[in-house]
């Protein structure tokens, strides 16, 4: 698994080769029952640009869909949550790989070097 990203932007990217087909893969990022195994939590998902993605762990997280293109890439960004959990965007992209499916998976924040934190604390 290779990871790049870290402190310094508060970006983090993993790879993984996964021994599925991208098919196979694609079902466990947009099917909410196989999504909740990988989470540990349930999940329920609406694989669609402007779905809801709704985790009910502690606490409960609640994403919006931002881009879909199937077998290929999904991507989500975090809504605004009362618990003050960092606002980002989340993106998988899938790959043909020789042993299976490579994965990338990207979180990063939605605004970069501290800008968030500034704007939370001019509303309040």
């Given at each position: 698994?290779?990871?790049?990203?870290?402190?310094?932007?508060?970006?983090?990217?993993r790879?993984?080769?996964?021994?599925?087909d991208?098919e196979d893969?694609?079902?466990?990022?947009?099917?909410?029952?196989?999504?909740?195994?990988?989470?540990?939590?349930?999940?329920?998902i609406?694989?669609w640009?402007g779905?809801?993605v709704?985790m009910?762990g502690?606490?409960?997280?609640r994403?919006?869909v931002?881009?879909?293109e199937p077998?290929r890439r999904?991507?989500?960004?975090?809504?605004?949550?009362?618990?003050?959990?960092?606002?980002t965007?989340?993106e998988?992209?899938?790959h043909?790989?020789?042993?299976?499916t490579?994965?990338?998976?990207?979180?990063?924040?939605?605004?970069?070097?501290?800008?968030q934190?500034r704007?939370?604390?001019?509303?309040?």
């Open positions: 698994m290779a990871t790049r990203g870290g402190p310094a932007d508060g970006r983090v990217e790879q993984v080769v996964l021994a599925a991208r893969v694609w079902a466990a990022l947009t099917r909410g029952d196989r999504l909740s195994r990988w989470f540990g939590c349930e999940v329920e609406e694989p640009p779905g809801r709704t009910t502690e606490p409960v997280r994403a919006l931002e881009q879909v077998l999904l991507a989500f960004r975090w809504l605004p949550d009362p618990g003050g959990m960092p606002r965007r989340v998988f992209v899938l043909p790989h020789p042993n299976g490579l994965l990338t998976v990207v979180e990063a924040p939605m605004w970069p070097g501290g800008l934190a704007m939370v604390a001019a509303t309040a």
